[in-house]
């Protein structure tokens, strides 16, 4: 193989992994219940091929579960939340949604409040509103 053809292939082989760092991590979803006065959060999450189920949160209780990304990179995980008589539902992860800033090192934190859902975002070093309930 000439020095060119071999450096292509270094080139191509350094994207495909780059690319496919989304594939390779083992990502983590957090839900926290930031709600005052002892509120509980119903929470269930879900993506096509897994149904996480309900689970109600106390105060400051974190639920939260790992998977790995399919190789189309179109994995999806979506969650109704409900507290007293608000409801909604969220998309919470998905390969478009920024997950350097908001997944960094493959972890996602969310935090319900009484205004909305927020998320952890790296860039910013603290929480962002994402979510107002409807
Ligand atoms: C907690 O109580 C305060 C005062 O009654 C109220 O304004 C607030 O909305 C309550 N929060 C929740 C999550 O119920
Ligand atoms: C995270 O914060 C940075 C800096 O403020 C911002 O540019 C970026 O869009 C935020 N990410 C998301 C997914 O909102």
């Given at each position: 193989m000439s020095r060119y053809n071999s450096s292509v292939l270094l080139l191509l082989l350094a994207l495909a992994l780059s690319e496919s760092s989304v594939v390779l991590s083992k990502w983590h979803v957090h839900i926290v219940?930031?709600?005052?006065?002892n509120t509980i959060l119903n929470v269930h999450c879900q993506s096509k091929n897994d149904d996480l189920g309900w689970h109600a949160l106390a105060a400051e209780e974190d639920f939260n579960w790992a998977f790995h990304m399919n190789i189309f990179r179109t994995t999806l995980f979506f969650c109704y939340m409900q507290w007293k008589e608000v409801k909604g539902s969220f998309k919470?992860?998905?390969?478009?949604?920024g997950l350097h800033t908001i997944?960094?090192?493959s972890v996602c934190t969310y935090r319900a409040e009484e205004k909305g859902v927020y998320v952890y975002n790296e860039s910013m070093k603290g929480y962002l509103l994402v979510y107002l309930w409807p």
């Amino acid at each position: 193989m000439s020095r060119y053809n071999s450096s292509v292939l270094l080139l191509l082989l350094a994207l495909a992994l780059s690319e496919s760092s989304v594939v390779l991590s083992k990502w983590h979803v957090h839900i926290v219940n930031g709600l005052s006065n002892n509120t509980i959060l119903n929470v269930h999450c879900q993506s096509k091929n897994d149904d996480l189920g309900w689970h109600a949160l106390a105060a400051e209780e974190d639920f939260n579960w790992a998977f790995h990304m399919n190789i189309f990179r179109t994995t999806l995980f979506f969650c109704y939340m409900q507290w007293k008589e608000v409801k909604g539902s969220f998309k919470v992860f998905s390969v478009d949604m920024g997950l350097h800033t908001i997944c960094y090192d493959s972890v996602c934190t969310y935090r319900a409040e009484e205004k909305g859902v927020y998320v952890y975002n790296e860039s910013m070093k603290g929480y962002l509103l994402v979510y107002l309930w409807p």
